[in-house]
């Protein structure tokens, strides 16, 4: 609903760095995560302890699971489990950076926003990547139709190419002022502006 918008907290703004973009992203969606479940709650009449609210038990499950590496394997290895956590979700959001930067849908006059097109995330079309990340690459596809099976992503001349694979994407995002020098030139000047 929010993709390619200011409201999407995976959508990284034109100028923001990886490294802001990590805080952000991470914080705007966990704190999105807990409001979506408030009003679950809400709708189906129950309260915070209730047996529905996911992210409740997600705390509970993830606590229990850290206690218990730590009573099997002792203290380093729980330092070894949250760092590869960390890493895992730093790599997530940097590929949600790389795919998104810059990208944004029109506004209505209605106050809706246009329909997600296959203009509003880049591509890497680059082979390698597409068999390594099966067709991840070809992420607009995924948003332009959404129950697409990720083998099964077509590639649309239309949408923004990134140009380089996602390795190089990636390492190339941690240098924000090369970043924007690639990057800032390949974004429509119509979404600058958005």
């Known amino acids: 609903m929010h993709a390619a918008t200011r409201e999407d907290p995976a959508t990284a703004k034109l100028n ?39 992210m409740f038990w997600y705390l509970v499950l993830e606590a229990a699971f850290l206690v218990a590496i730590y009573f099997l394997f002792g203290l380093v290895a729980v330092g070894f489990v ?6 895992g979700f730093l790599l997530l959001e940097t ?28 591509n890497s079309n680059h082979i390698i990547g597409r068999i390594v990340l099966y067709e991840l690459t070809r992420h607009s596809d ?23 694979g996602y ?17 800032n030139p390949r974004i429509p000047e119509y979404m600058k502006e958005a």
């Open 16 to 54: 923001q760095t990886v490294y802001s973009f990590w805080f952000t992203s991470v914080f705007r969606q966990y704190v999105n995560a807990w409001r979506i479940q408030r009003k679950l709650l809400r709708q189906q009449g129950r309260g915070f302890f209730s047996i529905k609210n996911d």
């Open 142 to 164: 995924h948003h332009y139709k959404s129950s697409k099976k990720y083998q099964l992503l077509d590639c649309h001349e239309e949408s923004p190419q990134m140009p380089f």
């Open 82 to 87: 949250l760092g590869a956590g960390i890493v």
């Open 167 to 183: 390795p190089t994407s990636m390492v190339m995002s941690f240098l924000p002022l090369l970043w924007f020098r690639v990057m």
């Open 95 to 122: 590929v949600n950076y790389i795919e998104h930067y810059g990208l944004l849908r029109k506004k209505m006059p209605s106050g809706r926003y246009e329909r997600v097109r296959e203009i509003h995330s880049w």
